[in-house]
Nanobody, 126 residues
Framework: QVQLVESGGGLVQPGDSLKLSCALSGRTFSLNAMAWFRQAPGKEREFVAAISWTERSTVYRDSVRDRFIISRDKNNNQLYLQMNSLEPYDTAVYYC???????????????????WGQGTQVTVSS
């Protein structure tokens, strides 16, 4: 059974940093693209960042491009999102997602991802 479990969320102040982790189990995702999405209260889920199976290609939404870094540890089947200079508008539930197709590229569409975690809450407030 495939499971994606996010961790690392919490309550922080504007300007702070957080690092989210996503632990993958049930199969290896070393040949699969992965991504982070988020959903703020009352809003639709939106793309945050994605990384290709090769790790050579990453994609970010414009509002996080200079502040967030997506990375992965294939040996340990982990996905990360380093978030710096957090702002109140970053407040959301953050989800990790995995593409089931091998050799997949970094994509921003939810339709590309077949496996999802339950999410971790990130709240940025003073």
């Amino acid at each position: 059974q495939v499971q994606l479990v996010e961790s690392g969320g919490g309550l922080v102040q504007p300007g702070d940093s957080l690092k989210l982790s996503c632990a993958l189990s049930g199969r290896t995702f070393s040949l699969n693209a992965m991504a982070w999405f988020r959903q703020a209260p009352g809003k639709e889920r939106e793309f945050v960042a994605a990384i290709s199976w090769t790790e050579r290609s990453t994609v970010y939404r414009d509002s996080v491009r200079d502040r967030f870094i997506i990375s992965r540890d294939k040996n340990n089947n982990q996905l990360y999102l380093q978030m710096n200079s957090l702002e109140p508008y970053d407040t959301a539930v953050y989800y990790c997602a995995a593409n089931s197709r091998r050799f997949s590229t970094a994509e921003s569409s939810e339709r590309e991802y077949d496996y999802w975690g339950q999410g971790t809450q990130v709240t940025v407030s003073s």
